[in-house]
């Protein structure tokens, strides 16, 4: 079944220019267009998707400066987005839920999972401080709360990569935290080390909170067709076994059906399961589409 998601990244023109979502205004400015989708979908999507990852949209936007409007290390700025995007994602929730109350609505949360260097204690906070500032977003005055433990029917993850960090005093402007790709694991077009097994670790994570979990995005930035399909599958038996470890794991949603426009990066970078020719628009399901496509259908995984 489909997933409406209301926002993912893009913003109107007119809303950026009144402050995009660092504005006090901007949940109450979102809630007329949950409205309008919700009246206009709502009899036919029952699951409901409200922010797709606040916490990458802010650090993009407001610390790195990849996305609109870049800027770099704009801390209270991106205080301010989280902040907004929260209550816009509670706004949303309460009024979706009124006008259909049976509907299953949550967010999406991007899930880096950052692995110590060593077993020092030094690392293993360098390890802790990176996933709280990934994981968390301000719910009060002075205190954060996990992304995760939001207002919600399903918990929505998202997981491709992972990192190693390490204490590093020579680097006061990265919070004096070295990250760098795990030895030994690939490393995919996006720069960053991707392996199967870190899909059973993330949602066991969530199992504590008891309730379903729905797979957002997860797949392979590569042109090597080979490996995607690969790490589909080994991905995918990781799934299996968190469900055999007592996760809820309700669904799973490839990223993505066909080679897209991957924001900051254009169409430099490969995700998709089908092949786009960007001269013709002729597309090619790759052999990894054709395995996802099997797999669905059977609803399991090939021997």
């Not at 913003?11 to 809630?31: C, M, N, Q, R, V």
């Not at 960090?165 to 760098?180: E, M, S, T």
């Not at 254009?266 to 496509?293: M, W």
């Amino acid at each position: 079944q489909p997933m409406v998601t209301l926002h993912h990244f893009s913003s109107p023109i007119w809303f950026t220019e009144k402050g995009g979502w660092a504005a006090k205004d901007a949940p109450h400015a979102f809630l007329p267009f949950v409205h309008r989708v919700v009246d206009q979908l709502g009899d036919l999507v029952g699951l409901w998707c409200t922010i797709n990852e606040p916490s990458i949209y802010g650090a993009n936007g407001w610390v790195t400066g990849e996305f609109p409007p870049g800027r770099k290390g704009d801390l209270l700025a991106l205080y301010s987005v989280t902040s907004n995007m929260r209550k816009a994602h509670e706004l949303a929730y309460t009024a979706i839920k009124r006008r259909w109350p049976d509907a299953m609505v949550g967010l999406s949360h991007h899930k880096l999972l950052f692995i110590p260097a060593t077993e020092k204690r030094r690392d293993r906070w360098a390890a802790q401080a990176s996933q709280m500032a990934l994981d968390r977003w301000p719910v009060a005055p002075g205190r954060l709360a996990r992304i995760v433990e939001a207002q919600c029917d399903y918990v929505g993850i998202a997981h491709y990569w992972g990192q190693m960090c390490a204490f590093d005093p020579r680097r006061p402007l990265d919070q004096f935290i070295r990250r760098f790709n795990v030895p030994g694991r690939p490393v995919t077009d996006m720069g960053l080390s991707a392996d199967p097994i870190w899909m059973r670790t993330v949602l066991n994570e969530l199992h504590p909170l008891g309730k379903p979990v729905f797979i957002t995005e997860n797949g392979l930035a590569t042109s090597d067709d080979e490996w995607r399909a690969r790490h589909l599958t080994e991905t995918l038996q990781n799934v299996q076994l968190a469900i055999g470890d007592g996760v809820d794991v309700r669904g799973y949603f490839h990223w993505t059906s066909m080679d897209n426009f991957e924001w900051a990066r254009g169409y430099s970078t490969h995700f998709g399961l089908i092949a786009v020719d960007r001269k013709t628009l002729e597309r090619t399901i790759k052999p990894s589409g054709r395995l996802y496509g099997r797999i669905a259908a059977a609803n399991s995984l090939p021997d």
